[in-house]
Each structure stands twice: as structure tokens, then as C-alpha cells.
């Protein structure tokens, strides 16, 4: 009898590759836009600068005159009482909210709303950012540092800023507990083992005298059996 994958183990669920949401603050996300927000703009005072388990960017907890509080990713240079905005009258100053029509071209920006209230969803990692590229018709280009160009609906919002806490992958590793446990928080086996380096019985590319490769798999191949290369066209060195 075969052992099974760590792919096929975590299909199957339980405790073991659950995220340890226990862990988590709260919802990180802007609130739904109200009439004053639409109109003007609401502040907001940052009462702490939060680190959560599992996330490489530091979160902001700011409240408003009314106790209204705001969980939100922290963009550079954000610091504990400062006062920030958060509505379509809002002076486009780092940590500020404002929909992405209102946000002139070339800023930077983070944690972008895919469609309205749904709270933020595009450039959220530690170091990220957006560069607002021009409004048109249809909606606000905004460019991803690898290059992408996506279009965004121009009622959503977004925070000027890049993300803080954009140095966390230079830091060097040391030691493989290091490694562990960043990994244990976000519910990820390490470390990971090669197929090639395994015995038969636990993987398709185990065996052998010597290392090699596995056989092309198809691409509706079950788990298990979909590793290596899949749905490939051709293997192999060309020969010239």
C-alpha cells in the first residue's frame, strides 16, 4: 500500500491543514460607503500599528469621533496618531482612502477594491503597490509592478501608499525552524520533500539508481498521479 501525497492529505481536510484562523484580529477590510463618505470624507485616528500571525504586512487599527473602528492593511510611513480620511473629499495624503476616480494619475496606491464595498482585495503584501496610469470610460487603469495592467471600476477604493514592512524578504532565514514555523502559520507542510528523492511506494518519481524524471501526465490526471510534467506537448533536448 502506497503512502499518501501531502497534496492528497490536504484534500482531504482536517486539523492539520486548516489555516489557524483562531489567531486572526478581525476582517481586514474597509467598511461599506455611507452617505457622508460618498460626499465628503470621515476621520479616522490610528490607535495601533498590529502585527497578525500568518501576514507579511503590518495592519492599522484607527478610530473614528463616532467609535467607529477601522481594520486595515498599514501603507509606509503610517504612524500611531495620525489622522486619516476616509471618503471621496479626501486630501490624497499616504494612508488615505479614497476612490480610485479621485486619485490622481502616477500615485502609488494598495489594497484596491476589486468591485465596490467588497473591502479590498488587489495589492495587500508587505512592500506591494499599484501605480494609477490614466482614467477612461470604461474605468481606472492601475499597473502591477510585474507589469499587469488591470482595469478597476472607478467608484472603488483604494489607500495611497505603498504597503509597509517591505524589507521582511531580505532578512536572511538562518535556520530551517525559521522556516517552519513561518510556514506553520499560514497551514503550509515544510519542509517539502522531492518526488525524486522518495522511495516508489510514496510518489510517482520515487526509485530508481539514479535520480530522474517522472512520464508526462495528462491534464484531468487525480492527485497523486498529476505530478511532473503535465499535459505536456513534447519532452526532451531538441536535436539540431
Excluded at 486630501?91 to 479590498?120: T, W
Aim: charged fraction near 20%; aromatic fraction near 6%; include cysteine.
Amino acid at each position: 500500500m502506497g503512502k499518501r501525497q501531502v497534496l492528497q492529505r490536504r484534500g482531504r481536510g482536517g486539523s492539520v491543514f486548516k489555516s489557524p484562523s483562531w489567531r486572526r484580529l478581525g476582517r481586514v477590510c474597509y467598511p461599506a460607503v455611507t452617505a457622508e463618505e460618498s460626499v465628503g470624507s470621515i476621520e479616522f485616528t490610528v490607535k495601533d500599528i498590529l502585527h497578525e500571525s500568518g501576514r507579511t504586512a503590518p495592519l492599522m487599527l484607527a478610530r473614528s469621533q463616532s467609535g467607529t473602528d477601522l481594520l486595515t492593511i498599514a501603507p509606509e510611513g503610517v504612524f500611531v496618531g495620525q489622522k486619516i480620511h476616509l471618503g471621496a473629499s479626501a486630501p490624497v495624503n499616504v494612508g488615505n482612502v479614497l476612490p480610485l476616480a479621485k486619485i490622481p494619475e502616477g500615485s502609488m496606491v494598495c489594497n484596491i477594491e476589486g468591485r465596490l464595498n467588497d473591502g479590498g482585495r488587489y495589492v495587500r503584501s508587505a512592500g506591494g503597490y499599484a501605480t494609477v496610469i490614466s482614467h477612461t470610460p470604461d474605468g481606472v487603469l492601475c499597473q502591477f509592478p510585474s507589469g499587469a495592467i488591470k482595469v478597476f471600476p472607478s467608484e472603488c477604493r483604494a489607500t495611497i501608499g505603498i504597503v509597509a514592512s517591505g524589507g521582511v524578504v531580505e532578512k536572511p532565514v538562518l535556520k530551517a525552524g525559521s522556516n517552519y514555523h513561518k510556514y506553520r502559520a499560514r497551514s503550509v507542510k515544510y519542509p517539502r520533500v522531492r518526488g525524486k528523492a522518495m522511495s516508489p511506494y510514496a510518489h510517482p518519481h520515487g526509485g530508481g539508481s539514479h535520480p530522474k524524471g517522472g512520464r508526462p501526465v495528462g491534464r484531468n490526471a487525480p492527485p497523486g498521479q498529476k505530478v511532473g510534467i503535465i499535459a505536456s506537448r513534447r519532452t526532451g533536448r531538441i536535436k539540431k
